[in-house]
């Protein structure tokens, strides 16, 4: 599928010049259902809590990261359906990655779940941009050097239920000047002031960047649950920015993903693409004995 189906240049336009767009209808509603069952089976409607919004901040200020708002999170590969292993793989948001960085190549990063709900946590958070945990050091000036992060809305995300909320950079340079990437308390109020909602239905991503300023929410909803993925390509080859290591976890279901993916989604996770000199008749017959259901008749034929 080509990357103008799923999302528009006047939408990779405005994710460069204000550092998110959501875009809906991204995923159809065929393919988040598998995956919200998913959620369901795992994590339920309700956390831990009585369902009533929990408010823990001081007078006048927008909230912080905490420990309890990161409950219910797991990481790719998961113990779930071929839908939600391979989701994060898909060819759109792949070719998407793409073009956003303004690359010929993406690595996925960063794959893991995210169950809120209503009361379990006060989720509200002060205005952030994410290099602080996926790079040693700070966002580069081009976009390739810098990172897409998806967050994959599997169920309907309102104000309600936490929708995070953004600022554009525009409004940004207004408040903290060009080119800040950190935030001061005292500067809060007027990011507040400028913040965007990124709610949207089920099936929408949200695509911004590790120099978007924004935060997480409050789920205030009766009840309320959001259930969301978020996932994160680079560059290939940018060793600066990291999440996950993925070959730290071989115990985990990695053959819903080998046994599923094609040879441009494993290559995102570091697997060489057919043809590659690393593919000699030792390397292919030994990963094939790793990996015995895994199809890797392309990478033998290539290597003919
Ligand atoms: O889940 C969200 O809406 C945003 C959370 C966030 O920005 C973070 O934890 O870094
Ligand atoms: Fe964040």
């Given at each position: 599928m080509v990357v103008s189906e799923a999302a528009t240049d006047q939408q990779i336009a405005q994710w460069h010049k204000d550092g998110a767009v959501v875009i809906e209808d991204f995923f159809s509603a065929e393919e988040i259902a598998p995956i919200y069952a998913d959620y369901q089976d795992q994590y339920g409607v309700q956390g831990q809590g009585d369902g009533r919004a929990l408010d823990f901040k001081l007078a006048g200020s927008v909230g912080a990261s905490h420990r309890k708002q990161f409950m219910n999170i797991d990481t790719l590969p998961y113990q779930a359906s071929v839908a939600m292993n391979m989701i994060s793989l898909d060819p759109r948001l792949i070719?998407?990655?793409?073009?956003?960085?303004?690359?010929?190549?993406?690595?996925?990063?960063?794959?893991?779940?995210?169950?809120?709900?209503?009361?379990?946590?006060?989720?509200?958070?002060?205005?952030?941009?994410?290099?602080?945990?996926?790079?040693?050091?700070?966002?580069?000036?081009?976009?390739?050097?810098?990172?897409?992060?998806?967050?994959?809305?599997?169920?309907?995300?309102?104000?309600?239920?936490?929708?995070?909320?953004?600022?554009?950079?525009?409004?940004?340079?207004?408040?903290?000047?060009?080119?800040?990437?950190?935030?001061?308390?005292?500067?809060?109020?007027a990011l507040l002031a400028r913040q965007r909602s990124a709610a949207a239905p089920a099936g929408s991503i949200l695509a911004y960047g590790i120099d978007t300023f924004h935060r997480g929410t409050n789920l205030t909803d009766l009840n309320g649950f959001r259930y969301t993925m978020t996932v994160s390509y680079k560059a290939a080859g940018n060793s600066q920015v990291g999440f996950h290591v993925w070959q730290f976890s071989p115990e985990r279901p990695w053959h819903l993903i080998l046994n599923h993916g094609s040879p441009e989604q494993l290559q995102c996770l570091g697997i060489p693409a057919p043809g590659d000199p690393f593919w000699t008749v030792r390397t292919l017959q030994l990963t094939q004995k790793r990996w015995p259901d895994w199809d890797m008749s392309a990478y033998f034929a290539a290597a003919e």
């Open positions: 070719a998407l990655a793409k073009k956003m960085l303004g690359v010929d190549r993406v690595e996925l990063y960063q794959s893991h779940t995210w169950a809120k709900f209503t009361g379990e946590a006060d989720y509200d958070q002060a205005f952030h941009c994410d290099f602080g945990n996926h790079t040693l050091t700070v966002p580069g000036d081009e976009a390739k050097s810098r990172t897409v992060n998806f967050i994959i809305y599997i169920s309907d995300v309102t104000d309600g239920v936490g929708a995070l909320h953004y600022v554009a950079k525009d409004d940004v340079a207004a408040v903290l000047g060009d080119g800040a990437i950190v935030a001061a308390t005292e500067q809060q109020p």
